[in-house]
């Protein structure tokens, strides 16, 4: 079992990273983004929030290309700023194909060639809340 993830944060904030703006690109017009980070410093617990963590490092490259055309979502200003429905975007379903690999500890780890959404489900698209509304 294994939890690789980006620590908690000092705000809270869990499972994410910060990766360099140019390791992430959107063509909206031609409904396709890519992730590409190498070298990603993650963290090993082990299982999700264990007592023992140990540094990890992790290579992604994720292509999500839409499968549809887009449909607007969301309330926008419309209904309080709690309510769920407080964003507009728009998204279309989408297919996600892409590699992942990574080191902890002298082991090494690598997905199986062509890993997608296939069947699962993946969306592209744009979204503004908060104070973006």
Same mark, same amino acid.
């Given at each position: 079992?294994?939890?690789?993830?980006?620590?908690?944060?000092?705000?809270?904030?869990?499972?994410?990273?910060?990766?360099?703006?140019?390791?992430?690109?959107?063509?909206?017009?031609?409904?396709?983004? +890519?992730?590409?980070?190498?070298?990603?410093?993650?963290?090993?617990?082990?299982?999700?929030?264990?007592?023992?963590?140990?540094?990890?490092?992790?290579?992604?490259?994720?292509?999500?290309?839409?499968?549809?055309?887009?449909?607007? +979502?969301?309330?926008?200003?419309?209904?309080?700023?709690?309510?769920?429905?407080?964003?507009?975007?728009? @998204?279309? +379903?989408?297919?996600?194909?892409?590699?992942?690999?990574?080191?902890?500890?002298?082991?090494? @780890?690598?997905?199986?060639?062509?890993?997608?959404?296939?069947?699962?489900?993946?969306?592209?698209?744009?979204?503004?809340?908060?104070? @973006?509304?």
């Amino acid at each position: 079992m294994h939890d690789l993830n980006g620590g908690i944060h000092p705000n809270g904030l869990f499972w994410t990273v910060a990766v360099p703006r140019s390791a992430f690109s959107l063509n909206v017009h031609a409904g396709r983004a +890519r992730l590409r980070a190498r070298g990603v410093p993650l963290i090993e617990t082990f299982v999700c929030g264990g007592p023992n963590a140990v540094p990890a490092v992790a290579d992604v490259d994720v292509v999500w290309d839409a499968v549809e055309a887009p449909a607007d +979502r969301g309330l926008g200003n419309g209904v309080p700023p709690t309510d769920p429905g407080a964003f507009v975007g728009r @998204f279309a +379903r989408a297919r996600a194909a892409g590699s992942f690999s990574g080191t902890i500890l002298g082991f090494e @780890f690598r997905s199986l060639p062509g890993a997608s959404s296939d069947p699962g489900f993946a969306q592209i698209g744009t979204e503004r809340n908060g104070v @973006f509304i």
